[in-house]
């Protein structure tokens, strides 16, 4: 999704914009552009090119044509306006003297882009942002705060914005409106950025802006106000994510990286969650009686967060008996949920900032439910309107294709199921009491899971060029199928879908046939004959299969499968947690024998901001 960088100090601002721009590229662009203050000709310089970061970056020679300290630079992500040069960020106003970047949607730009035709006023690109560059110098009169203020009160959408006005080379303004801005605190320099880890090499002291708020960033510092613009002092935290894991570390992609830390980032999450043999949730949001009285869960999510949630709600119904629906936040909005404060809502978000899922939390809250968040960014929008974050402390994840943040939410949910089903005494101490000992086993396990991942490449080698793969399983290895089929066809363009292995026989099973590739999931042992008699109904019908279970049935899924794959055994529980990390490592084996590229699958973006 789009990203924002700014710069004001003493260094040449160019190089820093780029920089800044290429810690960001993991959030998914089309094209890139800057501008920056050139104080020998008084003038804006404004560069944009389709495309990747490189082809801006080689036109201005890594920024050394453009000279000036101040400047803003941007990712764009096309909404608005095809991907091109004139549609890419920064916009201009007629005059070239306002430059803005943005992030979101102006949701009635048409409208404004009437008016300003109708008094005159020309438009250069198809894009909502020239709209908010246009209408500042409209209502400009030498105040540029003020013309800023008023186009506030008339843009109605979601923006975060980065502001550069030739005629005030000094100061550069920031605004935003349910899309993140963060500003950062250096010395004799400030910076805005839509993620922290575009400045991250440069400052760890950020603050968070809040909706409605609006910063004027100087070299000395920077000031903060409210929507009446009143002063507000922003709480200025420190960042300690470590800059290198940010970064590749040697691997050949992100993903892979990512994919080989999910046994420290499970220790990260679950190790302070469990003490002296009891789940532990300090200050959670809801005390006993309330977790009693609790009438409904709803989980809302997007994408493989909506696929924890799946998986969640097997886990959560079955061990504490209280009724789980789960929703894709994206229609949460529009269904008319039943919500009430007897609901606890929980959101589940790697980013925290994902639009769908933000607005389905702030339905939620309209209608009376408690707001339970599990996010992996710290400070992110989400986590800042829950009534109580459950971080999943999966660390910063760069792929667009999330693997440690699924697997840390998973774990996250799991541990709420425990906590709950102690708490509601529906779940058998005995039973609690192994899941606690198989929490506690399970980063080792991934361990050895992860490091026979040389079958998993033997097995992508035999099918990387099937144009079609179903993934099929019953109850929780139904729920991973989901995810196991997403992780397939968005990074390696394999058409995939996931059926409730039943359910192949009302309809789906008609598109099998000679030489389908059906990857069968049959980790749960109570459903394993079953599942195995659905693998038969396949295989009679020409598929290969190739079956994931547990170690102790492999002889005799061998007997039937084409290939089989095995996970040390575990609870019920836990069963998905393991066999996810397989299906991770298929779908990155198989897009890599298909030159795909992994990092950053086409149309898809890491943090999607947009509804
Ligand atoms: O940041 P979020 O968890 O809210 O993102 C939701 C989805 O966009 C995300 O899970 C997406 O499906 C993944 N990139 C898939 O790998």
Request: charged share 25%.
């Amino acid at each position: 999704m789009c990203g924002i960088v700014g710069y004001i100090g003493q260094e040449q601002a160019a190089p820093i914009l780029l920089d800044g721009l290429k810690r960001l590229e993991y959030r998914g662009y089309d094209s890139a552009g800057v501008a920056v203050y050139n104080r020998e000709t008084g003038t804006l310089s404004v560069r944009k090119a389709k495309g990747r970061l490189h082809v801006l970056a080689e036109q201005i020679h890594d920024g050394a044509d453009l000279r000036g300290t101040v400047g803003v630079g941007h990712t764009r992500w096309a909404t608005h306006g095809a991907p091109s040069d004139v549609n890419s960020h920064p916009q201009t106003s007629r005059s070239g003297k306002i430059a803005v970047v943005h992030n979101g949607i102006i949701e009635n730009y048409a409208e404004l882009k009437s008016f300003l035709i109708s008094k005159g006023v020309p438009f250069a690109s198809e894009t909502d942002t020239e709209v908010v560059a246009q209408l500042i110098e409209y209502f400009y009169q030498g105040d540029l705060l003020s013309a800023v203020g008023r186009v506030l009160h008339r843009i109605q959408g979601a923006y975060a914005l980065g502001i550069l006005c030739a005629d005030c080379p000094d100061q550069l303004i920031a605004v935003r409106k349910d899309s993140p801005l963060i500003l950062g605190y250096g010395e004799g320099c400030s910076f805005l950025a839509s993620d922290v880890t575009a400045i991250l090499r440069r400052t760890r002291q950020v603050s968070y802006m809040e909706d409605g708020e609006i910063a004027v960033l100087t070299r000395t510092g920077i000031r903060c106000y409210d929507h009446l613009m009143q002063p507000v002092d922003k709480e200025i935290v420190q960042v300690d994510w470590d800059v290198d894991a940010a970064e590749k570390g040697g691997y050949e992609h992100f993903m892979f990286k990512e994919i080989m830390e999910q046994p420290e980032a499970l220790r990260r999450c679950v190790s302070p969650r469990i003490r002296d043999g009891e789940v532990v949730f300090e200050d959670f949001c809801l005390s006993p009686e309330e977790i009693r009285a609790l009438e409904k869960i709803y989980i809302v999510a997007c994408g493989s967060s909506y696929h924890v949630g799946m998986v969640g709600k097997y886990h959560l119904e079955r061990l504490t008996r209280k009724p789980v629906e789960v929703a894709l936040a994206s229609e949460f909005r529009y269904m008319d949920p039943i919500v009430s404060e007897k609901t606890l809502v929980i959101v589940i978000s790697q980013s925290g900032e994902t639009l769908d899922t933000m607005a389905a939390l702030r339905e939620a809250r309209r209608r009376g439910g408690k707001i339970l968040s599990i996010v992996n960014v710290v400070g992110s929008s989400i986590a800042r309107e829950s009534d109580q974050v459950l971080y999943t402390w999966a660390g910063p994840e760069i792929a667009v294709a999330t693997t440690k943040a699924y697997s840390t939410q998973l774990a996250v949910i799991c541990l709420l199921a425990l906590y709950f089903g102690k708490l509601l005494g529906t779940i058998p101490p005995a039973d609690y009491r192994s899941a606690l000992e198989a929490f506690q086993a399970l980063p080792e396990q991934v361990e050895q899971v992860l490091s026979r991942k040389d079958d998993i490449q033997y097995y992508a080698s035999q099918y990387f060029n099937h144009d079609s793969v179903f993934f099929i399983g019953r109850n929780i290895d139904y729920a991973l199928g989901l995810e196991g089929s997403l992780k397939l066809k968005e990074i390696s363009y394999i058409h995939s879908e996931a059926y409730a292995a039943g359910e192949l026989k009302h309809g789906t099973i008609s598109l099998i046939e000679d030489g389908s590739l059906v990857v069968a999931l049959a980790a749960c042992p109570r459903l394993f004959p079953k599942t195995m008699s659905n693998v038969v109904e396949v295989k009679s019908r020409g598929a290969s299969v190739l079956a994931l279970t547990t170690e102790d049935r492999r002889a005799e899924t061998g007997q039937i499968a084409d290939g089989v794959f095995t996970i040390p055994g575990t609870c019920e529980l836990l069963l998905p947690s393991l066999s996810v990390v397989p299906l991770q490592l298929f779908a990155y084996y198989v897009a890599l024998m298909r030159g795909c590229d992994i990092d950053k699958p086409r149309n898809l973006a890491k943090s999607v901001t947009v509804e």
